[in-house]
Nanobody
Framework: QVQLVESGGGSVQAGGSLRLSCAASGYTDSRDCMGWFRQAPGKEREGVAAIDSDGSTSYVDSVKGRFTISKDNAKKALNLQMNSLKPEDTAMYYC????????????????WGQGTQVTVSS
C-alpha cells in the first residue's frame, strides 16, 4: 500500500523560508513524476512544482525563483524548499506521486498525502 506523508509545514512571516518533505512508503516506481500541490480555503487545488525521473522540473509562474523541488530516490523522499514566502503562499500543501508527466493537473496523479499546512503572515 502506497503511503505519502508530508512534514515541514508551519507558520512563518513573509520573507521567511520553509522546507517541506514527503516520505513515500510502498512506492517503488521511480519512473513516475512527483509533485507538490496546494489548496487555500475556498480555492481549487493548484499545482506548484513537479519533477520527473530524470530530474527535470517545472514550476507554476507564481513560485519560480522562490521554490525548489528535489527528489531523493534512495530515500524515496520528495522535498520542496520554499524561500521568500508571501502571504498568498498560505495553503495546505500536498505531495503527489504516480504522475505520467510534469503535470499540474491533480487528476494526472494517482497517490496523495494528507497535506501539511503552511501559513505566511504579513
Amino acid at each position: 500500500q502506497v503511503q505519502l506523508v508530508e512534514s515541514g509545514g508551519g507558520s512563518v512571516q513573509a520573507g521567511g523560508s520553509l522546507r517541506l518533505s514527503c516520505a513515500a512508503s510502498g512506492y517503488t516506481d521511480s519512473r513516475d513524476c512527483m509533485g507538490w500541490f496546494r489548496q487555500a480555503p475556498g480555492k481549487e487545488r493548484e499545482g506548484v512544482a513537479a519533477i520527473d525521473s530524470d530530474g527535470s522540473t517545472s514550476y507554476v509562474d507564481s513560485v519560480k525563483g522562490r521554490f525548489t523541488i528535489s527528489k531523493d530516490n534512495a530515500k524515496k523522499a520528495l522535498n520542496l524548499q520554499m524561500n521568500s514566502l508571501k502571504p498568498e503562499d498560505t495553503a495546505m500543501y500536498y505531495c503527489a506521486a504516480g504522475g505520467s508527466w510534469l503535470s499540474f493537473i491533480a487528476s494526472d496523479y494517482i497517490y496523495w498525502g494528507q497535506g501539511t499546512q503552511v501559513t505566511v503572515s504579513s
